[in-house]
């Protein structure tokens, strides 16, 4: 058999392998012989139909498959012979197939990309040394007092921090606030739609126009919309709203005591803060490991310059521009919003694809390097993980993960943070005191 290699790109090759008539012979021999064992046909026992009959009647057929076998063995052979670690699937060309003649195909694909590996042993990183703080405790514990809130009518009048349920009717310019902004159908009317009565809630300058209104009485808002307001078509225009205070309420927070830790499992208020600390000291230990394995992939990154393959960067890109459309849209970005920025969206999202799939081959290489594998017995508990997390069977997270090739992702993985763990290890590791960042992330 005879391979050429021609580059066409980065990571981007033309194989053209060519077999030679004997083997393209033999193929034919061992699938006609295949093919007279199986095959009925009329007048004959399964099995016992003469071979040029055979041939005559699945020439087709028998060519096809030869062909199948032939295009296997040689591209597994010639990735083999050429040392190519290929990613992604191969475009495969028939070139030339009939008996008696050599048989010769092309293939382009995609190979990882050839760096030297840099030293990665005793990478700089800084740890940061931060503890969970009595105020953090405090605020963690403000925060499960409001998950506890109750609120409460009131006769009197609406005053700054209250709760108000309202009806409401806006106008743009004298006309439906649709008209200027067809998407904005929330800012146009609603019922029984609760606002904080706080600085810049809601629309900015909106719930103060309400302080010193009575549940059912009707006031005029005029309102400026902001310059960098979500629903662009009105920025910068003035607006005016109709409100009918429906309720006003007061948010009571429950006092700190045995009955509040009660209400989360807790036996007292002290084994409550003795748990609500363990998880904030958790939380902080992982931000700060996560943040020094940022700084090790950073830094590994640094030290190499390769190209990567053209097609998964675009794969990945797609994925990354995903996950930024649906986390802009859960925060309540508009449409219009996201088709205005995707220019950098995208571009966001080639970055991030780039890195990531740098990272994905650098450290695979680490692990080849230092024989890092995931076994199956770690597979094992991640499927485990992953039916938990998911709320379904072991039985059915293998069914999906089959489906869709899930478990070659699974090692990846495990492989990753196995790598991760060596070379955190491995670093040089300064340990300083927190930023004012981490600190903030910690409640």
Not at 83 to 94: F, H, N, S, T, W
Not at 283 to 302: A, C, H, M, P, S
Not at 355 to 378: N, P, Y
Request: include cysteine; hydrophobic fraction near 40%.
């Amino acid at each position: 058999m005879n391979v050429s290699v021609e580059n066409l790109g980065p990571c981007k090759k033309l194989l053209r392998v060519e077999v030679d008539a004997p083997a393209v012979d033999a193929a034919l021999e061992e699938i006609t012989l295949d093919f007279q064992k199986q095959v009925r046909l009329p007048g004959f026992r399964p099995g016992k139909a003469p071979r040029h009959l055979v041939v005559k009647a699945y020439a087709p057929q028998i060519d096809e498959e030869a062909k199948r076998k032939l295009v296997a063995e040689g591209y597994r052979k010639a990735i083999s012979d050429q040392k190519l670690r290929v990613v992604g699937q191969p475009d495969i060309e028939e070139i030339q197939f009939s008996k008696g003649r050599p048989f010769q195909f092309a293939v382009t694909l995609e190979t990882a990309p050839d760096f030297e590996l840099p030293e990665y042993k005793g990478l700089p990183v800084k740890r940061e040394m931060a503890v969970v703080t009595e105020e953090d405790l405090e605020r963690a514990l403000n925060v499960l007092r409001e998950q506890r809130a109750v609120y409460m009518d009131e006769a009197r009048e609406v005053k700054e921090g209250d709760f108000v349920v309202v009806n409401y009717t806006g106008t743009c310019e004298g006309k439906p606030i649709t008209d200027t902004a067809s998407t904005a159908r929330g800012l146009t009317e609603k019922k029984d739609f609760w606002l904080h009565v706080a600085k810049d809630s809601f629309i900015p300058g909106f719930t103060e126009q309400l302080v010193g209104a009575k549940a059912g009485e009707k006031r005029t808002v005029n309102v400026d919309f902001p310059a960098e307001f979500a629903a662009r078509e009105l920025s910068g225009r003035k607006g005016v709203y109709e409100v009918e205070v429906v309720q006003v309420k007061e948010k009571v927070l429950p006092e700190l005591d045995d009955a509040f830790a009660k209400s989360y499992g807790a036996e007292d208020m002290a084994k409550l803060r003795a748990g609500v600390r363990t998880d904030l000291q958790n939380e902080l230990n992982y931000k700060i490991k996560r943040n020094v394995r940022d700084q090790l992939v950073r830094e590994l990154l640094k030290r190499v310059n390769c190209e990567l393959p053209e097609s998964i960067v675009l794969s990945e890109t797609r994925n990354v521009v995903y996950d930024i459309v649906r986390e802009n849209q859960q925060r309540g970005v508009s449409k219009e919003t996201i088709e205005q920025q995707k220019d950098q969206i995208f571009s966001v999202a080639n970055n991030s694809a780039k890195d990531r799939i740098k990272a994905a081959f650098v450290l695979g290489r680490v692990a080849e390097q230092e024989g890092i594998k995931a076994d199956q017995k770690e597979v094992t508990q991640r499927i485990l993980m992953l039916a938990q997390q998911y709320q379904i069977k072991p039985e059915q997270m293998v069914k999906q993960l089959r489906d869709r090739n899930g478990f070659a992702e699974i090692e990846e993985q495990i492989i990753s943070a196995k790598v991760l763990d060596f070379l955190e290890l491995n670093a040089k590791v300064e340990e300083v005191l927190p930023t004012a960042n981490t600190l903030a992330q910690s409640t």
